[in-house]
């Protein structure tokens, strides 16, 4: 899937803005088990793109009454879940996303769950700029959010090269997995995919599995 990326117009600005800020990455969750569909495929689907291609992936997140709505997008947390691992029950990982998402031309934001009922669907797709964006935030330089549960929505797909790390939450779990991602590694390379996101055990101090 090689479709080429639109930046919004004020790209630029989002860029000054991440900076500002200080923002590294946003994070997706995933059941574990999807990993192998996410590499071989190069990309994080949208359940639409997913439902064209015949793929059925585990999942761990329902819009309910906006699932027609969202389904072409694909959820990121600007910060980490609480308890997500008990809320699943499956083994769980973390994709760090590059945060240069923000300015894809179709990602909108969320200021809460998007899942929620408190939000509609027209007050998300009127959070698609830097104003949008900037007003998730408490303050002009600060990463915390005025709520935690803020979120990123992309369009479609995001690529290979925008996962930048795999996080486990515990290395018996990883141990595991890197010989199966070494294997992929190599299903990626004949592909003529050069690139492959680092593993990682999640950092205490990020508290993504907390």
């Known amino acids: 899937m090689n479709e080429e990326i639109e930046y919004k117009q004020d790209w630029d600005d989002f860029v000054h803005c991440l900076e ?27 359940r639409y793109k997913m439902s064209q291609m015949g793929i ?10 906006k699932l ?32 240069r998402v ?7 934001f969320s200021p809460v769950n998007s899942a929620r009922s408190s939000i509609s669907i027209d ?17 002009e330089y600060e990463k ?14 995001i690529g290979i090269r925008d996962i930048q790390t795999i996080y486990f939450p515990t290395s018996n ?11 992929w590694k190599i299903y990626a390379l004949l592909k003529g995919n050069i690139y492959m996101p680092k593993l990682s055990i999640a950092p205490s101090g990020l508290k993504l599995f907390s």
């Open 56 to 65: 059925m992936p585990a999942r761990i997140n329902f819009w309910g009454s």
């Open 68 to 99: 027609d709505s969202l389904k072409d997008y694909i959820c990121l947390t600007i910060n980490p879940l609480y308890s997500i691992q008990k809320i699943v029950k499956q083994e769980v990982v973390v994709l760090g996303i590059n945060p």
């Open 123 to 139: 007050e998300i797709f009127a959070h698609f700029d830097l104003e949008g964006f900037e007003s998730l935030f408490v303050g």
């Open 20 to 46: 500002r800020r200080r923002i590294t990455e946003f994070y997706h969750y995933t059941v574990i088990n999807n990993i192998y569909s996410i590499l071989k495929y190069l990309n994080i689907l949208s």
């Open 102 to 108: 923000i300015y894809y031309k179709d990602t909108v």
């Open 144 to 157: 915390r959010t005025r709520f935690h549960e803020a979120e990123v929505l992309v369009k479609n797909n």
């Open 173 to 183: 779990l990883l141990n595991k997995y890197k010989i199966k991602y070494l294997k």
